[in-house]
């Protein structure tokens, strides 16, 4: 009979073993949560890949985007519920719950016979992928100490950086060898080897609330959330920014959401418990939170459009083409963990993070047609050093920064802050890259030019060789130009950045050993008891 191994997080919670490691029960509790985290990273880049191949099967030309803003939508709004459900229930059992929706909804993705069903399966399937991050942040905080989770930041971010630079190719050979329906079927093996390895091995506490979930709230926040998401996903491109639709939508979302705030007051079990934010720490967390992915996403999509279009790389590995920066994310983000973990002290990362990430968007903001690959390469690489001190930091202190009982509502805040970052990030510096790129094609190729930059979204390396001289100078002109806006732009977004990491308070992370707060810090994560069973 297995014996049994009482793993404690937080204060009192018994460190690593004599020669460094955590248990092997927990070892394959984390190694599980890492394949879920991969499942929720690497499904929308896989995917994107083989769109082409899906439309040439399916038809449905008209509603491809639908494809993966029903995905979005689905996760981004579901994202604080399951949150909420894991602190309320248990957290085993919420997380166990949304890998089996996202895989329910990755087989009958991967089955669908018409686009109509692929978007209503993906919304499905984002329905679970909302609470596949959020779950494996909890859990990462009710069996790691905070003073330990530092040293996890380095899986978490290669993690990550193995997803963006993988997917497109693990994509494309999925398509190219066993169809596009194994963009979907993939996922199954993988969630069930997670599914399996948490069964077996994670037990926690169990929960069970008395009080109802606020049905309400989560109604008002998921309407919320998903005009702002249809607002910064069809703004510009589908419909003007002035347009009727635009304006309702906004007009809906702020009432949502003015709503859901006044709603939270009432609640006698609040989806997001605003006195959260009554922690100075977790609102600077979310603001930067929110910047970060603002950033990180809008620069790995206008990269390897830079790089693609104006100096002549291949689309086929477009993932290599953000090596630079990924790479120095994993490496400054394993560094930051370590030296959180052997000091205790965090502050000094946000501040030189945002700085970095500041100084290396504004180096962005300089490329034109002569840089170099090595030179882009390197301006790249400032940003991940950057991303890497923020990147897991800023989870790490939110979770801090409450009680436990909230350990999954604080995840899921931090997530969603970083999820609607990049979707205002895309939207925003999309908008002006686009406009900046009309206008200097104009200016520089007259009506060739205009009808050039209707097909942009399909230009690459190959393409290009094929314009005429005069409109293909014109075009990787125009890209430098917008890329010059686009970075630009993130530079100045990443100065807040810098602002709210100089308020942040050093509240120090508790380890091993029992610490008391001192009087007037912020409250602390104190964990119960999680019952690991060795294998």
């Known amino acids: 009979m297995a014996d049994t191994q009482t793993v404690e997080a937080g204060p009192g919670a018994p460190g690593p073993g004599a020669d460094g490691k955590q248990p092997r029960s927990v070892r394959v509790v984390l190694l599980a949560l890492m394949i879920t985290m991969m499942l929720a990273m690497l499904d929308n880049m896989i995917v994107g890949t083989a769109m082409p191949t899906i439309v040439g099967e399916l038809g449905g030309l008209e509603h491809l985007s639908w494809v993966v803003t029903a995905y979005t939508l689905a996760t981004a709004s579901s994202t604080p519920l399951w949150g909420k459900l894991g602190d309320m229930y248990g957290r085993k059992g919420a997380f166990m719950t ?3 929706i996202f895989l329910a909804g990755s087989a009958l993705s991967g089955m669908a016979q018409d686009m109509g069903q692929l978007i209503g399966f993906r919304a499905i399937q984002g329905l679970g992928a909302g609470g596949l991050m959020v779950g494996v942040m909890a859990i990462i905080g009710d069996l790691i100490p905070p003073r330990e989770r530092g040293k996890y930041q380095g899986m978490m971010a290669g993690v990550m950086a193995l997803a963006m630079i993988g997917g497109p190719l693990v994509g494309g050979t999925i398509t190219d060898n066993w169809g596009w329906r194994w963009s979907f079927y993939i996922n199954l093996p993988l969630g069930v080897i997670a599914l399996a390895a948490i069964s077996a091995v994670l037990h926690l506490p169990k929960k069970r609330s008395q009080a109802r979930i606020d049905y309400l709230g989560a109604g008002l926040l998921t309407v919320g959330i998903t005009s702002i998401v249809l ?48 922690s100075r720490n977790f609102t600077l967390m979310a603001i930067i939170g929110f910047i970060t992915g603002f950033v990180m996403f809008g620069a790995t999509l206008f990269l390897p459009l830079y790089q693609q279009s104006v100096q002549g790389a291949s689309a086929t590995n477009s993932g290599l083409l953000l090596l630079p920066m990924l790479g120095a994310m994993l490496v400054t983000s394993m560094v930051a963990g370590r ?34 690959r090595v030179m882009s390469g390197v301006f790249m690489a400032v940003v991940g050093l ?18 436990m009982k909230d350990m999954g509502v604080a995840s899921s805040t931090s997530t969603l802050s970083r999820t609607l970052g990049s979707s205002f990030g895309v939207a925003i510096m999309g908008a002006l890259f686009n406009n900046r790129v009309q206008d200097v094609m104009t200016e520089r190729a007259g009506a060739l030019g205009s009808k050039v930059t209707e097909q942009s979204a399909t230009l690459n390396a190959a393409s290009l060789a094929k314009l005429p001289a005069v ?14 806006s686009a970075f ?16 942040v308070k050093e509240v120090p992370l508790k380890g091993a050993g029992p610490a008391a707060p001192k009087p007037g810090e912020e409250a602390e994560t104190v964990a119960p008891a999680s019952i690991v069973e060795a294998v």
């Open 339 to 372: 030296v959180t973990t052997n000091t205790g002290k965090y502050k000094v990362f946000p501040v030189v993070g945002s700085v970095l990430m500041g100084v290396g968007l504004y180096l962005l903001s300089t490329m034109d047609t002569d840089t170099t």
């Open 386 to 403: 950057g991303m890497g001190c923020l990147m897991q930091i800023t989870m790490l202190v939110a979770q801090n920064s409450v009680q």
């Open 488 to 503: 630009l732009l993130g530079a100045v977004v990443a100065v807040v950045a810098m602002i709210a990491a100089v308020f």
């Open 471 to 484: 409109a293909r100078e014109a075009y990787q002109h125009a890209v430098s130009a917008g890329i010059h």
């Open 231 to 278: 607002v910064t996903t069809w703004g510009g491109s589908q419909y003007d920014w002035t347009s009727a639709r635009i304006m309702e939508l906004i007009g809906l979302g702020v009432a949502s959401l003015v709503g859901f705030v006044f709603w939270q007051t009432k609640a006698a079990e609040p989806v997001v418990p605003l006195h959260i934010f009554r």
């Open 98 to 100: 949304s890998i089996v």
